[in-house]
C-alpha cells in the first residue's frame, strides 16, 4: 500500500497542477503529499506549472517550499522548463526564490549566440530574465553581439548593444564584433559599432574629467 501511495501521489498532484486544480492540491498537501517529490520521470508539480507558464500554480506552490532547483529525469529543471513556455513572469518568479541554470558559461553563450544567429530577440530577453547576460561568450569566445555583427543583422546589432553586449569583447582570435564587420564587408554594421564605440569613449572621458 505504501509502495502504491508514494507512486501514484505525485501523479494526482501533477494531474491537479495540470488541470488548475489548487483545492485538490491543498487537499492533497494537507494529507501529508511531498510538494517536491517527482513522478515517474522526475517531474515535480512546479516542473509542470512552470512549463504550462501558470504563475497563478507557480506562486502557490513557491509560497509552500516547492523546490525551485529539483531536476527531472531528463536533466531539466522547473527554470528551464519555465523558459519553454516564454513565460518571462514565470521565469522571474522562479529566479527570485534562488533558482538558477545549471550551466557553462559557454553552454549558455552557445545558447544566446544560437538565438542571436536567427534574430529571435523574445527567446533571448526571456533567458536574460534567467539571468543570462548579454555579455555571454560561446567555447570561441564569441558572444550575441559577434554572431549578429556577422549576420548583417542591424536589428540584433541594436538589440544586443541596448541590452549590454560590449562592442569590445574579443573571441579566441582576437577579433572583436566591429573586426567581423569590416572583414566580412559589412559597412553598415561596422558603423553602427563604431559610433557606439566612439559614445562609449566619450561617456568615459566625461567620467573621468568629471
Not at 40 to 66: C, I, Q, S, Y
Not at 70 to 79: E, F, I, N, R, W
Not at 156 to 165: A, D, K, N, P, T
Amino acid at each position: 500500500m505504501k509502495v502504491f501511495r508514494q507512486a501514484i501521489i505525485p501523479l494526482l498532484l501533477n494531474y491537479a497542477v495540470k488541470y488548475n486544480d489548487t483545492d485538490e492540491l491543498k487537499t492533497l498537501l494537507e494529507h501529508g503529499a511531498d510538494i517536491s517529490v517527482g513522478d515517474w520521470h522526475g517531474r515535480t508539480p512546479l516542473h509542470v506549472a512552470a512549463r504550462d507558464g501558470n504563475m497563478a500554480v507557480v506562486k502557490f506552490l513557491l509560497e509552500r517550499g516547492a523546490d525551485v532547483n529539483k531536476v527531472d529525469a531528463a536533466g531539466q529543471t522547473p527554470l528551464q522548463e519555465a523558459i519553454k513556455s516564454m513565460d518571462i513572469d514565470v521565469v522571474s518568479s522562479l529566479v527570485s526564490k534562488g533558482a538558477y541554470l545549471m550551466m557553462t558559461s559557454e553552454e549558455l553563450g552557445a545558447q544566446m549566440c544560437c538565438l542571436a544567429s536567427q534574430g529571435l530577440t523574445k527567446e533571448m530577453l526571456v533567458w536574460e530574465a534567467a539571468g543570462v547576460s548579454f555579455k555571454v561568450a560561446d567555447d570561441s569566445g564569441r558572444t550575441p553581439l559577434h554572431v549578429a555583427a556577422s549576420s548583417n543583422n542591424p536589428e540584433m546589432v541594436g538589440f544586443c548593444l541596448q541590452h549590454g553586449s560590449d562592442p569590445e569583447a574579443r573571441d579566441m582570435y582576437n577579433n572583436r564584433p566591429v573586426d567581423d564587420a569590416k572583414r566580412l564587408g559589412y559597412d553598415n554594421i561596422e558603423e553602427i559599432l563604431t559610433e557606439k564605440d566612439e559614445q562609449q569613449s566619450q561617456i568615459e572621458e566625461s567620467t573621468s574629467m568629471g
